[in-house]
């Protein structure tokens, strides 16, 4: 690849929330973004963002889950702006219970989102980075990793992207390909707002109550985890492969 030519990366999930502000970010780097959601409708702002900032961004409707529309998502993106080199696997939903009220299809929801979904993606993107013996993973894990309470299905997936990422580091790396892991804390999204809903609480007082227990005593925002996919996308951070960071305020493990 010329020095001039634009890198093109796909974000996952990237309607709204943290995978928004992870296109907007990779975009303002010089990235091209496809920029993919369930809703290719539900992209437009997003896109318009990257746009009106005088970047290059293109909206794809697609499950991540299912083959067939990830294949077609990757043939549409190669075609409208070129083989992508740079993946983030963000998309998720939550599908929180006690395990002993947790249905089956819940967990297989959670688990098809986010570790078929994030094998689909890389599987269908990373003939195009060994093409060009250069390429970026980026999976979104969690501090629910770790385990918690009324997560048993996500924490469960996000533990299993962990995994699933240093595997990819060790088979990807001959080819210039580095994957990463960021691992959010409690960051202000629908996802989160959702979570209070669930609980009852207003989302002010549900952030309140969740920076009191953080060491940076606040919560995080969309664009902290955006930071922190910029590095591991990054032209210089090649030699930094199979790491899990934990982006949460303070020190997780
Ligand atoms: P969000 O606001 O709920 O956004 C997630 C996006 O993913 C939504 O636009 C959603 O579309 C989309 N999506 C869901 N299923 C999909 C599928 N099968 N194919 C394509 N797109 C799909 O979530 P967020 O808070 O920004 O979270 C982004 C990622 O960070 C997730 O992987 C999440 O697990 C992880 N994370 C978040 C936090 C946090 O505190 N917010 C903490 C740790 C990790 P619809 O709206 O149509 O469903």
Redesign the pocket.
Known sequence: MSTTEQRVAVV??A?????AATAVRLAAEGRAVAV????EA?CKDTVEKITAAGGKAIAVG????DEAQVEAAVARITEELGAPTILVN?????RDNLLFKMSAADWDTVMN??LR?SFLMTKAVQKHMVDAGWGRVVN?????ALGNRGQAN?SAA?AGLQGFTKTLAIELGKFGITANAV?????A????K?TADRVGMGFEDFKKAAAGQIPVQRV?E?ED?ANAIAFFTGEAAGFVSGQVLYVAGGPLD
């Not at 697609?62 to 889950?65: G, I, K, R």
């Not at 979104?140 to 629910?144: A, E, H, I, V």
């Open positions: 996952t999930g309607a709204r929330g943290i995978g993919i959601d369930l809703d539900a697609a499950d991540v889950s963000n998309a998720g939903v939550l989102v986010h979904g979104l894990s969690s501090s629910s996500y996000k691992a959010p804390g409690f960051i999204t629908e996802m989160t959702a995080g969309p985890i």
